[in-house]
């Protein structure tokens, strides 16, 4: 699978009862969805269960798809410290499944994947399904309510491709001291 692309990144969004993973292939600078789901962990009663579930199925993920990077959604903060702690251990669990496999990891706030999505840091779940399935040509039928964890997954992959195709530009001096002392032979 992995000749069929140049790149392909996972991407995640964490969840402790719900859990959305895309895939996304690029190929000749185009980026494709390849799969999408979730992983669904209500079953569970017991947290360390879904955390063992979300280390298998992560893991189990990136040895079939093989992808080169992993782009995951950051911990957002709220009132509830239990649901962010909760949501923060099923995050690590999955940054481990993936770097047992040595996979480079990036994080992305929610309202930075929104923005590079939508355009709008403050798009609805709803928003960012619409123009994933605009922008990568995803049907209809495949984009169902039940996948909006999924599509939020794609779309933190679909914002790591965009991030690491800008240009960075040269860092240059902090001060007029600091170039002096870099270019002594430029002062005539």
């Given at each position: 699978?992995t000749k069929d692309?140049?790149?392909i990144?996972i ?6 009862n719900?859990m ?10 185009k ?6 789901g979730v ?16 280390y298998d199925?992560v ?11 992993m ?6 903060f ?8 909760k949501?923060?251990r099923?995050?690590?669990v999955?940054m481990a499944?993936a ?8 994080e ?6 929104k923005?590079a999505i939508?355009?709008n840091?403050a798009a609805?779940?709803?928003?960012v399904?619409?123009?994933?399935r605009?922008i ?5 039928e495949?984009?169902d309510e039940e996948?909006l964890?999924?599509?939020d997954a794609l779309?933190a992959?679909l ?7 800008r240009?960075?530009?040269p ?9 002096i002392?870099k ?5 005539a």
């Open positions: 699978m692309w140049d790149k990144i991407g995640i969004d964490p969840g402790t719900v959305g993973y895309g895939i996304l292939g690029i190929k000749r600078g980026p494709q969805c390849i799969a999408l992983i669904k962990l209500n079953r569970l009663e017991d947290h360390y269960m879904r955390l063992r579930r979300i199925r893991r189990a993920l990136v040895e079939q798809y093989l992808p080169d990077e782009a995951i959604e950051a911990p957002f709220g009132k509830n410290v239990q649901s962010m702690l949501l923060g099923a995050q690590g999955a499944a770097l047992s496999r040595e996979v480079p990891i990036t992305y706030e929610p309202r930075k994947i923005m939508t355009g840091g609805s779940k709803e928003q399904r619409e123009m994933l605009r990568l040509s995803i049907p209809h495949r984009l996948v964890d999924a599509t779309g992959a914002c790591h491709f965009y991030e690491s195709q240009p960075t530009l860092k240059g001096p902090k001060s007029w001291k600091e170039f002392a270019n002594p032979d430029r002062l």
